[in-house]
């Protein structure tokens, strides 16, 4: 079974979160809520709390195909200023795997010094922070540049979703999904 690992900090955007989560399950995809501090409680950018399932710091990352980052200001400025965020983020693109960012979490991609060789795109207002550390800035929706997938806000989290789980399952499933969901 693919695992991915969705990093959580307060403040992070609910239709980012929900949608790539639901997406991925719907895919096949287990998936684990770590929070990145010691209580499980994580609160939304617009008034959603979930729970995440354990601290990042308990989990054994070994087992991870993938993390996904979501984006919400504030969750995003939460997640660039915890170094264990920023070493995950590391070890992941190190060990060849999958990582994946929206709207302003390519700024965690900057920090973590991952994209110099890669394009990227982002939500347009934090363009500024994520350009100069990547070889191309682009204003496509979805951009896979290797194993690093960016995305722009919550307009393209389908879309952004859904290229993440072809990229871990395959075209048939991710397909079936797509079209199990109407979707365009």
Known sequence: M?????????????????????????????????GIYNDAKVAGAHGLSIRADAALSELYLGIYEGVFLPGGGAGVENLCGSEEVIRCVQKFHEEDKWVAAICAAPKVLAQSKIISNYTITSYPS????????????????????????????????EEFALAFLEQLVGAEIAESVRIGMLAR
């Not at 350009?131 to 690093?148: G, H, L």
């Open 2 to 34: 693919h695992k991915v690992l969705f990093l959580m900090a307060d403040g992070f955007e609910e239709i980012e979160f929900a949608t790539t989560f639901d997406i991925l399950i719907r895919g096949g995809v287990k998936v684990t809520l770590a």
């Open 126 to 157: 934090v363009r500024e922070e994520v350009e100069p550390f990547c070889k191309k800035y682009s204003e496509e929706r979805v951009v896979v540049d290797r194993k690093i997938i960016t995305s722009r806000g919550p307009g393209t989290a």
